[in-house]
């Protein structure tokens, strides 16, 4: 079946740096990737839908410049997490349309410390 | 926007004994609910779905339920075993066929399973 792969799986890393996860659909074309972000025992909460080629769209209360997210090819998105800080600890995962259904990433777990 | 409310946030079941779930939704437009299952620190996996032009899915021990009229979906499953503790979630969409429609979640349902 379709397959996205999310990188890194996990990370830690200083409060006021960046970073960034990428998710590729490995035999497919995701011409649409959704951002989601989950904290401990909640939903997941969509951050930013975004679609190859073009800019993506972010939910409400989502700073659009502090999560930055490129979806330049049909097979890799990214979302940057900029001058990060402890409030953005939390489980990203990102998820692709295969036809009919979606495909989800396997998740990247950011501690900002 | 849709809107998923999901029932009950927690529960506890004997091992062999059923377990139901409930979600209801609010857009009339939305025509694919499926659910997930979530591990702690995974990535949700897709346990069954159902589309709108259906009533009802069985696969093995799980089942959905659809009653379009009104907007409500049930996840039901039967002779549960403890390797079905985890959090389920359901969710809806438009997107049934194809699009950029996104999944609206439920808030989850953590189900243990006592041996």
């Known amino acids: 079946g379709a397959v996205v792969s999310q990188h890194p799986s996990w990370v830690i890393c200083k409060s006021g740096t960046s970073v960034k996860i990428e998710c590729r659909s490995l035999?497919?074309?995701?011409?649409?990737m959704f951002w989601y972000r989950q904290f401990p025992k909640q939903s997941l909460m969509l951050m930013a839908t975004s679609n190859e080629g073009s800019k993506a769209t972010y939910e409400q209360g989502v700073e659009k410049d502090k999560f930055l997210i490129n979806h330049a090819s049909l097979t890799l998105s990214t979302l940057t997490v900029t001058s990060a800080h402890p409030e953005d600890s939390s489980f990203y995962i990102c998820?692709?349309?295969?036809?009919?259904?979606?495909?989800f990433g396997s998740g990247t777990r950011l501690t900002v410390v | 926007g849709e809107n998923v409310e999901q029932h009950p946030s927690t529960l506890s079941v004997q091992e062999g004994d059923s377990a139901v779930i409930k979600c209801t939704y609010s857009?009339?437009?939305?025509?694919?609910f499926p659910w997930y299952k979530q591990e702690l620190g995974k990535r949700p996996q897709l346990i069954i779905d159902?589309?709108?032009?259906?009533g009802e899915k069985k696969d093995q021990r799980i089942a959905v339920t659809l009653n379009k009229t009104a907007k409500h979906f049930s996840l039901h499953i039967t002779e549960t075993q403890p390797e079905d503790s985890a959090v389920y979630f359901c969710a809806a969409t438009q997107g049934a066929g194809a699009g950029s429609y996104q999944l609206t979640f439920g808030k989850g349902t953590k189900l243990s399973v006592i041996p």
């Open positions: 159902i589309r709108s032009n259906v």
């Open positions: 035999d497919f074309q995701a011409t649409t």
């Open positions: 857009d009339s437009a939305s025509n694919y």
């Open positions: 998820s692709a349309r295969d036809g009919g259904g979606y495909t």
